[in-house]
């Protein structure tokens, strides 16, 4: 298997896959049940989810590890158990893969403030990332990604306790909202300080993901550009998530996601997928729109 970077030059750009939350409520996850759960209980679900990417032509795939930190698990009293439920997610999106995709295992907020803003040192939540990310090389991936971060601090020591306990690369996205001022996270880091700092911390990998859409999302990749040569990953959300008839309804379908692709790329980025309410047709759509794009 070929090293993400000679896919890169390769392709150009890579696609990789979409949601997974929604992918699993849609096999019967309910609400407020742990996702990462079902990588021991139901791994099959999980796999299928996995399948699905791979199979609408995905080069990149994630797993269902995203809340399997030990302070998330700690939620949902599974923290005794972060090495066999980030092993096992690794491991199976690595079957669904086999030589087809890459695998970028999938690490997500703690759900936990930092001191001084909350009670969790940064030494706890390193550990706690490290333990996390050493499963996910153990289950076989072949890269990390830190994503939907909100917080920088956090962010860096995500990516710091990744580097620490594997020799993955590690790529990081950030989740940004468009407000008065412009794009920043909910803690306020503008892209252009986000990206400088991910570089400088040892990313191999930066970008969004998550967000208001494919729209914004081709004004984030301008300014994170400008700010960085690294390789750029992005994942929009497929819009805004909507609450029709109880219901959360995402409106961007694959065809108008698809169209974008091009501003995207232009905009400077070189890994595409989706994230919330994005599915294998927007995949497939995006790799059809790659392919005419760079044959
Ligand atoms: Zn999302």
Redesign the pocket.
Known sequence: MAFWKTWLEKKKVLIADG?W?TELQKRGLPPGESPEAWNISRPEEVRSVALSYVEAGAEIILTNTFGGSPLKLAKVKLEGRVGEINRRGAEISKQAAADRALVFASIGPSGEFMAPLGTVSEGEMRGGFGEQAKALAEGGADGIVVE?MMDLAEAKTALQAAKRTTSLPVAVTM?FNHGPKGFATLMGARPEQVAVALEKAGADIVGA???AGIDQMIDLMKLLRSATLLPLWC?P?AGLPELVDGKTVYRETPEMMASKLKALVQAGANIVGG???TTPAHVRAFVRERNLLLG
Do not use: H, P, S
């Open positions: 949601g939350g939907t989740t993901n998550c967000g994942k959300n994230c919330c309410g």
